[in-house]
C-alpha cells in the first residue's frame, strides 16, 4: 500500500485572491492529491485585492483550507464589495504617512501581523495530523518565518520556496541599510535552516547560492502553465494588429520602458496607431494607471482593469503577439515574470524587452517562442519590434516554436517534480 503523505503549505496568497502570485501554490495543491497527498493549506481569511473567486473551483475537493484572521493595513477605507471573504476582518485604515511609517517598522513587511494567527492555528493543525513536511512559498516572506518557527517548534521538515528574492523588490520605504540587513539575514536564516530549497529559475538559484554558499542542494521547479489552457483559439479578423501585455503593473513591473519603446515605434512610424494596438489589462498603480492613461499614447493603447484569471487567457489567446517585460535592474537574472509560461500557452508569438541574460529572455530565444529586445537599448528594442510586428502581420514567421521544450512547462509535471523532491527530502 503506499504511503499516504500530508503536506501543509503555508500560503498568505492564496485563492480567492487572483493575479500571478496565488498560480504556483494554487496549482501544486491542486495537482498534489494525484500524488497521494493530502493537502492542507494555510491562509488568510481575508484576501487582499484583485480577487478571482473562480480559482477556488480548480481545487480538488480533498484539499482542507485552514483560514485564519489577519490585522490588514490600508491607506484608505477598501471598497464594501469584493475584498474579502469574511465579514470579522481587523482592518486599520491609517492616514498615507502613518502607513507608510507602520511599513517602515514591520518587518519583514506588513503582513507579519498575520503571523500570531497563523503560528497558533498552524500548531494546533500540526498536533491534529501529524504532517510529513511544511511547505512555504515567498513572497510574502512571512511565510517562511511562519514555517522556520513551526519546524522549530514540531520537528516537522520545512521546504522553503524562493518565487522572488526581497532585494529584487524597490520598496520605497524598506531600502535603508538596515532593512536590507535584515532581509539578508532572514533569507540566510531561512536558507540554512529549511530542509529543502526551491528556486523558480537557475538565475534564481544562483542567487541564493551566492547569499549562502554552503547550499548547494537548491531544486529548480519553474513555473509552468496548465495545457489546457493552450487550446486553440479562433481569432476574429480585427481591422489592427494587436500586441497583448496581461500582467500587474506597479513598481516592480513598471511600464515606462515599454511605452518609451512605443514611443519610439511611434517617432518613426507616425501612422502606427491605424495599424496597431496595444492592450495593457491587468492590476495598476495609480501611478502606472496614470502613465497608461496618458492622452499621448490615446490612439494606440488601450488600458482594461483586473480581469479573472479566464478572461487573462482569452486575452492572451485572442491577441497577434504578446508583450513581456523584465526590467533592466540589479538581480534580475532569475527573474521570469509567471504569466511567461501562460504566454507560451497561448502560442502567440511574444516580444521581449528584458536584458539578454535574464532566464525568461533565455526561454523566450530557447523554446522559439518569440524574439528579446534588449532593456537596456530601447531604440533598438524599437527597431526590432517594429520589424517583428510588420513581418507577423504579413503573415511570416518570427521565430520557430519547441513544442517538446514548451511542453515541459506543463504544471502537472511541475508538480510531479516537486513530489519527487519532497520524498528525496523525507529520505534524508
Known amino acids: ?90 482592518t486599520l485604515h491609517l492616514g498615507g504617512i502613518i502607513n507608510t511609517a507602520a511599513q517602515f517598522f514591520l518587518r519583514p513587511n506588513q503582513h507579519v501581523l498575520w503571523k500570531p494567527f497563523a503560528l497558533h492555528a498552524a500548531q494546533r493543525l500540526c498536533r491534529q495530523e501529524q504532517f510529513d513536511a511544511i ?6 516572506q512571512v511565510n517562511h518565518v511562519i514555517g522556520l518557527e513551526l519546524q522549530q517548534l514540531t520537528g516537522i521538515p520545512l521546504i522553503a520556496d524562493f518565487r522572488d528574492l526581497p532585494e529584487w523588490h524597490p520598496f ?9 540587513a535584515h532581509d539578508r539575514h532572514l533569507l540566510r536564516t ?28 537548491i531544486a529548480v521547479i519553474p513555473n509552468g502553465f ?27 513591473h513598471p511600464v515606462e520602458p515599454l511605452l518609451a519603446v512605443i514611443t519610439a515605434m511611434q517617432k518613426s512610424d507616425p501612422h502606427l496607431h491605424q495599424k496597431v494596438e496595444f492592450l495593457f489589462m491587468g492590476n495598476a498603480s ?29 486575452q492572451m489567446r485572442a491577441a497577434d503577439a504578446l508583450l513581456l517585460h523584465v526590467p533592466n535592474r540589479p538581480f534580475v537574472d532569475g527573474h521570469i515574470p509567471a504569466k511567461t509560461f501562460e504566454y507560451l500557452a497561448a502560442g502567440r508569438p511574444i516580444l521581449a524587452l528584458a536584458p539578454p541574460q535574464n532566464d525568461a529572455a533565455v526561454i523566450v530565444r530557447r523554446t522559439g517562442a518569440g524574439i528579446v529586445g534588449d532593456s537596456a537599448d530601447i531604440a533598438a528594442a524599437a527597431v526590432a519590434f517594429s520589424q517583428a510586428i510588420t513581418r507577423l502581420h504579413n503573415g511570416d514567421a518570427i521565430a520557430t516554436r519547441n513544442e517538446e521544450l514548451i511542453a515541459q512547462y506543463d504544471r502537472k509535471k511541475q508538480t510531479a517534480a516537486l513530489f519527487e523532491y519532497i520524498k528525496t527530502i523525507l529520505r534524508t
Open 1 to 90: 500500500m503506499k504511503k499516504k503523505y500530508k503536506i501543509l503549505i503555508v500560503a498568505y496568497y492564496f485563492p480567492p485572491m487572483g493575479g500571478v502570485g496565488v498560480q504556483r501554490v494554487a496549482k501544486w495543491a491542486q495537482y498534489l492529491p494525484q500524488y497521494n497527498c493530502e493537502v492542507h493549506v494555510l491562509t488568510t481569511k481575508h484576501p487582499q485585492a484583485p480577487l478571482d473567486p473562480a480559482l477556488l473551483a480548480t481545487l480538488p475537493k480533498q484539499v482542507k483550507i485552514h483560514r485564519t484572521t489577519d490585522i490588514v493595513l490600508r491607506s484608505k477605507p477598501a471598497p464594501e464589495k469584493g475584498e474579502g471573504i469574511n465579514s470579522d476582518k481587523k
Open 226 to 252: 496548465d495545457l489546457s489552457d493552450a487550446q486553440p483559439h479562433k481569432k476574429k479578423h480585427k481591422d489592427r494588429f494587436v500586441v497583448a501585455n496581461i500582467g500587474s503593473f506597479d513598481a516592480s
Open 135 to 140: 511547505i512555504t512559498s515567498a513572497p510574502p
Open 286 to 314: 495609480r501611478r502606472m494607471r496614470s502613465a497608461l492613461l496618458d492622452p499621448r499614447f490615446k490612439k494606440i493603447l488601450r488600458y482594461r482593469k483586473f480581469e479573472s484569471h479566464e478572461i487573462a487567457l482569452q
Open 172 to 180: 520605497s520605504v524598506a531600502g535603508t541599510p538596515l532593512h536590507r
Open 190 to 217: 531561512v536558507l540554512a535552516a529549511a530542509d529543502g530549497v526551491i528556486a523558480v529559475s537557475p538565475g534564481m538559484r544562483d542567487q541564493l547560492r551566492r547569499q549562502l554558499p554552503d547550499r548547494r542542494d
